[in-house]
Nanobody, 124 residues
């Protein structure tokens, strides 16, 4: 397993942009697919985006498609989520996750390691 730590959350206004980053420990980061999930108050955790080990494959939830971009830097053991045109409904705790799934994982059960989460709040 890898250890994951998110950073970059905060309070922004609707329409603003925010970038989240996730730093991973370990020498096998490049063998993992990576993903972002979020959990809003009173709701279940939901998939946001994922990227495979080589960055050749990415996938987005319909709710963020066209606004969010996932990327990774295997040399730096990091994965990022660029969030543009933020909406109040994007308010949630955002979690970084790592997966050994041989593709682009999108389900929670496909992920093995999780970060502690970072709060993103979008005011209207």
């Amino acid at each position: 397993q890898v250890q994951l730590e998110e950073a970059g959350g905060g309070l922004v206004q609707a329409g603003d942009s925010l970038s989240l980053s996730c730093a991973a420990s370990g020498r096998t980061f490049s063998s993992y697919s990576m993903g972002w999930f979020r959990q809003a108050p009173g709701k279940e955790r939901e998939f946001v985006s994922a990227i495979n080990w080589s960055s050749a494959g990415t996938y987005y939830a319909d709710s963020v498609k066209g606004r969010f971009t996932i990327s990774r830097d295997n040399a730096k053991n990091t994965v990022s989520l660029q969030m543009n045109t933020l909406k109040p409904e994007d308010t949630a705790v955002y979690y970084c996750a790592a997966s050994r799934f041989p593709g682009v994982p999108t389900r929670e059960r496909q992920f093995d390691s999780w970060g502690q989460g970072t709060q993103v709040t979008v005011s209207s």
